[in-house]
């Protein structure tokens, strides 16, 4: 059986597997086991807006891409990954800044702002930094940006985000499961991975040691036996001197 590297680069039309990748995503260790695993065969990746996160793939500008659900599922495969911690981002002084996390219901009175209407999370983060109001983000997205002039906390009583990893309906083939699996934390021995389920020599049948076979010659006694072994003392006959 071929394994994934040669499936993909004969019945591929690219040169590499590309992914997409939305903010707070850090593909960095995915990364570095792919290239341990298939360092002939290129890995490229790239950011994209979350508007973009599923027309990158449509497009044909990526293989797979990680997008932040929910999103539109026609026509493309979807594993939900892990959820995202939700952050509360105020202005510098605000005063969520003494505590370690808040709850939403803490901040009913609070103007949030939509995150969507803003334009993105980062024209958001300007907004909050002004004190026009506070703004609910997934932490990875919060400490990306690193926006100036705010604080942001964790927050609790509010629904989380969700990374998933998407690719076309379709579009299967053993790179791609190659990567899904490294994703999903498969081992390189895993016999889900195409790259480790290549024919392997089969090593030759152990000799049966139950019996059957030519006897070994009997090894020739090299001294006369000792006629005195096994008798107690003064049992040998003294003769006349």
Known sequence: MPDAEESAETTGPLAG??????????????????????????????????????????????????????VDREGLNVIPL???QPVVVAPKGHEISVFEEVALDDLSEENFLDIEEMGGPDMALQVVASGAGLAILPMSVARHLNAKDTVMRRL?????????????????????????????????????????????PK???????????????????????????????????????
């Open 17 to 70: 597997l590309r992914f997409a990748y939305v903010a707070g995503v850090t593909p960095g260790k995915w990364i570095r086991r792919w290239e341990e695993r298939m360092p002939n065969f290129p890995l490229h990746s790239f950011m994209s807006d979350d508007d973009a996160q599923v027309s990158v793939l449509h497009d044909g500008s990526a293989d797979l891409s990680f997008v932040r659900l929910p």
């Open 82 to 84: 892990y959820e995202e």
């Open 156 to 200: 609790t009583g509010a629904p989380g985000t969700q990374i998933g990893l998407a690719w076309l309906v379709g579009t299967d083939s053993p790179v791609i499961e190659e990567f899904i699996g490294i994703v999903r934390g498969r081992t390189a021995q895993s016999s889900r991975q195409p790259s480790a389920q290549q024919e392997k």
């Open 203 to 241: 090593k030759e049948p152990k000799p049966d040691r139950r019996g059957g076979g030519p006897k070994k010659p009997a090894v020739a006694q090299r001294y006369a036996p000792n006629p005195d072994k096994g008798r107690g003392k003064g049992s040998r006959k003294k003769g006349k001197r």
